[in-house]
C-alpha cells in the first residue's frame, strides 16, 4: 500500500479555510504553494488587505499566487510548475477544468454540509435558518457542475438550538479540518471509494439549496412566525446579519441589526399585530411576530456598537414610541 507523502497545491480565501491549511502544513503532506484572491481595498483608507490564507502562507514562506482570471496561461502554467499531487479547495471560487484536471491525483474541495444537501455559497446560513438539528462537512473531487462530485469522506456535526452562524462555522472549520487530512491520507494510501451523490438521495428527499445571502434577504419579515424568524436570526449572525428598520419618535428611519433572539410568549394572533414592538425600558425589547415574541438579546442600531438590549435600553431615550418602519 502506498502511503508516501503527498505534495499539494492549496486554494481557499477566508478563516473558515487557514485551519485546514494549517493543518496539511503540520502534517507529512506538503503545501508548494497557496492559491488565493487579489488583495481587496477595506477600511475607511481603502488600503489593500490580504486574504486570511494569504497572511498565513506569508507567516509560513509558502509561496503565494493571487490571479485575476484562474483561466490565464501563466496562472495554469504556474500551477503546472509544482507537480502537485493533488489541489486543495476550500472556501474558493469555482475551477476551470483546465485548473481542476491539472494533478494526476485529483482536485477536491471541502464543502461545509453534508452533501447533496446545501449546495451552493451559503450551507452554514441556510442549515441554521432552515431549522436543521445536525450539519456536517464532505470532501468531494470536483468535476464539471458547482458542488456535485463524488464524494469521498463525509463527518456528521451537531447543529444545537442555540447556535449562530458563527458557532457553527468554528466547529465546521475544525471538523473539516481534520477531515481534509484524514482525505489527504486516503488518497496517499489509495483507499478512496467514491460515491455518487446520487446514491445519497432517498426516494422523496428535497434537495435544499444553499445560494449566495444579498442584503434583501437579511430583511425580517415579521408576518412570519417567531420560529422562522429565530431562526433566520441565528443563521445570519455574525455576518451579514438580520435586520429590520424602525421609525423612532422623530420619524426618523434606522436600521437595527439583531444578533440574539429567543422565541417568546404565544399570543392570541387576532389580537397583536405583528411587528408590535414592546419593552419595558429596562431590559426586555421584544417584537411580535404572527403567532409568538420575538424577544431579542443582542442588536446594534445604526451607528453604534453591537450591544446587549439592556445596554441599548439604558442609553436610549423613549424605546416605548420604537416602531417597525412599513407597519
Known amino acids: 500500500m502506498n502511503s508516501r507523502a503527498l505534495k499539494t497545491v ?3 480565501t477566508p478563516e473558515f479555510a487557514v485551519a485546514s491549511l494549517d493543518a496539511i502544513v503540520k502534517s507529512r503532506h506538503s503545501v508548494a504553494a497557496v492559491v488565493t484572491v487579489p488583495d481587496k481595498p477595506a477600511g475607511r483608507g481603502k488600503k489593500l488587505r490580504p486574504s486570511p490564507v494569504k497572511v498565513y502562507a506569508l507567516e509560513h514562506d509558502i509561496p503565494v499566487l493571487q490571479p485575476e482570471k484562474l483561466k490565464d496561461e501563466a496562472f495554469v502554467k504556474a500551477l503546472q510548475s509544482f507537480e502537485a499531487d493533488v489541489f486543495v479547495v476550500v472556501a474558493f471560487r469555482m475551477l476551470p477544468e483546465k ?11 471541502l464543502h461545509a454540509s453534508l452533501l447533496p444537501q446545501y449546495r451552493g455559497a451559503a450551507p452554514i446560513n441556510h442549515a441554521i435558518m432552515n431549522g436543521e438539528t445536525k450539519s456536517g462537512v464532505t470532501t468531494f473531487f470536483i468535476d464539471k457542475q458547482i458542488d456535485t462530485g463524488k464524494i469521498i469522506m463525509q463527518l456528521e456535526v451537531p447543529l444545537y438550538a442555540e447556535d449562530t452562524a458563527g458557532d457553527l462555522h468554528d466547529r465546521l472549520m475544525e471538523a473539516g479540518a481534520g477531515l481534509v487530512l484524514e482525505t489527504l491520507d486516503a488518497i496517499a494510501e489509495g483507499s478512496v471509494r467514491e460515491i455518487p ?8 428527499e428535497q434537495l435544499k439549496a444553499a445560494p449566495k445571502i444579498f442584503r434583501e434577504d437579511c430583511r425580517i419579515d415579521w408576518n412570519k412566525s ?4 429565530v431562526n433566520k436570526i441565528r443563521g445570519l449572525s455574525p455576518y451579514p446579519a438580520a435586520f429590520t428598520e424602525l421609525k423612532d419618535d422623530k420619524g426618523k428611519i434606522l436600521t437595527m441589526k439583531i444578533y440574539r433572539a429567543r422565541r417568546g410568549k404565544s399570543f392570541d394572533e387576532d389580537k397583536i399585530k405583528a411587528g408590535t414592538v414592546f419593552t419595558d425600558g429596562e431590559s426586555r425589547l421584544g417584537v411580535a411576530a404572527a ?3 420575538v424577544e431579542i438579546e443582542e442588536l446594534q442600531l445604526q451607528g453604534k456598537k453591537r450591544m446587549s438590549v ?18
Open 291 to 293: 403567532d409568538a415574541m
Open 310 to 327: 439592556k445596554a441599548f435600553l439604558n442609553g436610549y431615550r423613549n424605546p416605548e414610541k420604537l416602531k417597525i418602519e412599513g407597519l
Open 99 to 109: 485548473v481542476w484536471s491539472i494533478p494526476p491525483k485529483g482536485t477536491f474541495n
Open 197 to 204: 451523490q446520487e446514491q445519497l438521495i432517498k426516494e422523496g
Open 226 to 229: 417567531a420560529y422562522s424568524i
Open 10 to 12: 492549496f486554494m481557499g
